[in-house]
């Protein structure tokens, strides 16, 4: 059967306190609403359709090209939200997935047992309930005499007899697409936050002779919300530690896991060693026998194997095998570091190939270079790659040295083999195994240091 899911992202958050729409805020470089698509769509979702409302100019852009977009006018409740997507599922027969978009650690496992379930049985809903230790603000799981659940009762509407169970709704939902359609277009708003309630959906679906069904959530941090900062702050830690617990398991060493910091998507083959403050995120990938840290950040970068990265910061990067990078080495957008090669010290190269085995050690700007192999760079060389307006591109061929202190005045080609002589302003191509260098006649005055301090010391 084909299975569809609704993601709910409608909605601002208030205790945030934040500009952002709540689930535009990130967990370990991903926005929560990222985390929720995500994990629907490895679990096969057939039809993917994401709700949204307020200030959803910032929550758009996110969703885009992933999911389809329904827009709800009025944040009028949750059944509001899931009824704004009738007409995109209008034509879907199957199960369809209820989900929140600020519940960031569900599992496309759980929602594939949800869709399990619900057909196996034949079920109008299958709800996921939790046991959490404090229930208060969760809407409570109402079971009738025969066990089954009768109905959800929010925590504003309930009496204290309801209030004091803790079986509570987790937010996530499998229906039978129809029945529920069906259910929401009874849906009213007589309770106590004037809402339109999604949960409301199965005392109908009961009342209506249908199956309505609770799984109780084998793992209750899945179903954690994110009301506020520190609900976020406490998501992001069970996501850290559960996505360094699988990549430890898969033969990746961290001194410290605590202090490591990767993203869901990113790649990690094994023998890699992570040291603390490490932070890998985005798309990026790091292979075999490679180390990283302390204090690196790596951001959409690809890392190959036996690698040494110390101290660096990299963005959109690409970091061949047995490369080094640092310590405090900054690699921006189009850095490639070809096999072997070296960006030492505060060297910071941008949208620049460093061949293989050249070396740039100490203290150096490269940007728009292509350089060829076996190249080494004195310490504190630079690019003059902008004159205020343009970007102008150096070339450098293979096995050329550049002496310390050299600056290279793009547009610059310098041939294979060439020498630069130390402190040069090369400003003009250099030959293939030329010599160039631009350097004033040294000049030296006998004994001048000398006179002088006899004079200072005459003074006083
Ligand atoms: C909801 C459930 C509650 C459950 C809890 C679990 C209802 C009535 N209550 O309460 O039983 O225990 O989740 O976390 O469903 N949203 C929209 N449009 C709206 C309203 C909400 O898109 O008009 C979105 C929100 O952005 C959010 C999700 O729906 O992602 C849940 O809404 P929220 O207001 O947080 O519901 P809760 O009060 O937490
Ligand atoms: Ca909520």
């Known amino acids: 059967m084909s299975t569809a899911a609704v993601v709910l992202a409608a909605g601002a958050g208030t205790r945030m306190k934040s500009k952002r729409p709540k689930v535009a805020h990130e967990i370990l470089g991903k926005p929560l609403v990222n985390w929720v698509i995500d994990a629907a769509l490895e679990a096969g979702v057939e039809e993917l359709v994401t709700v949204v409302g307020h200030a959803r100019e910032q929550v758009e852009p996110l969703v885009e090209g992933k999911s389809r977009i329904v827009v709800q006018a009025e944040q009028r409740g949750t059944a509001d939200a899931v009824l704004s997507c009738a007409e995109a599922l209008a034509d879907f027969d199957g199960s369809v997935l209820v989900l929140s ?23 109008a809903v299958v709800v996921l309930t939790m046991q959490p230790d404090d229930p208060f603000g969760y809407g409570r799981i109402i079971r009738g005499e025969d066990g089954q659940v009768a109905r959800i009762v929010e925590q504003k509407d309930a009496t204290p007899e309801e209030a004091a169970v803790i079986e509570c709704n987790s937010g996530f939902y499998c229906f039978d697409a129809r029945a529920l359609f069906d259910a929401l277009a009874k849906v009213g708003s007589d309770n106590a936050q004037g809402e339109f309630y999604l949960t409301d959906v199965l005392e109908i679906c009961r009342d209506a ?5 609770a799984l109780e959530a084998a793992d209750a941090s899945e179903c954690l919300g994110v009301n506020s900062r520190i609900q976020l702050a406490e998501a992001a830690v069970i996501a850290q530690r ?20 990767i993203g869901p998507d990113v790649r ?21 026998d490679t180390v990283i840290g302390p204090n690196s950040r790596l951001t959409d970068t690809q890392v190959g194997r036996g690698c040494r990265i110390d101290e660096t910061v990299a963005v959109e990067a690409q970091i061949d095998d047995r490369a080094t990078c640092g310590p405090r ?18 060297v910071e190269i941008k949208k620049s190939t460093i061949g293989a085995g050249s070396k740039v050690p100490h203290l150096s700007y490269i940007g728009d270079t292509t350089m060829g192999e076996g190249v080494n760079i004195g310490a504190g060389s630079i690019t003059c790659n902008y004159d205020g307006k343009h970007k102008s591109p150096t070339v450098i061929g293979d096995d050329v040295f550049v002496g310390s202190d050299t600056l290279m005045v793009a547009p610059v080609e310098i041939g294979a083999g060439a020498v630069i002589g130390a402190g040069s302003v090369i400003a003009k191509n250099v030959s293939a195994d030329a010599l160039a260098l631009t350097r004033p006649e040294q000049v030296e005055k006998p004994g001048w240091a000398a006179r002088r301090r006899e004079k200072f010391s005459q003074e006083g």
């Open 242 to 261: 559960r996505i360094n617990e699988a990549h430890m398991a898969a033969g990746v060493t961290m001194w410290d896991p605590a202090q490591v910091w």
């Open 209 to 213: 002779g249908r199956k309505v069904l």
């Open 329 to 346: 080495a900054y690699l921006r957008p189009a850095a490639h570091l070809c096999e072997g090669a070296k960006a030492g010290t505060h």
């Open 268 to 288: 990690i083959e094994s023998d890699v060693e992570l040291l603390p403050q490490t932070y890998l995120l985005g798309k990026t990938s790091v292979g075999e």
């Open 101 to 123: 978009g600020d519940c960031p650690l569900i599992t496309a496992n759980t929602m594939r047992e949800l869709s399990d379930l619900r057909e196996r049985e034949g079920a």
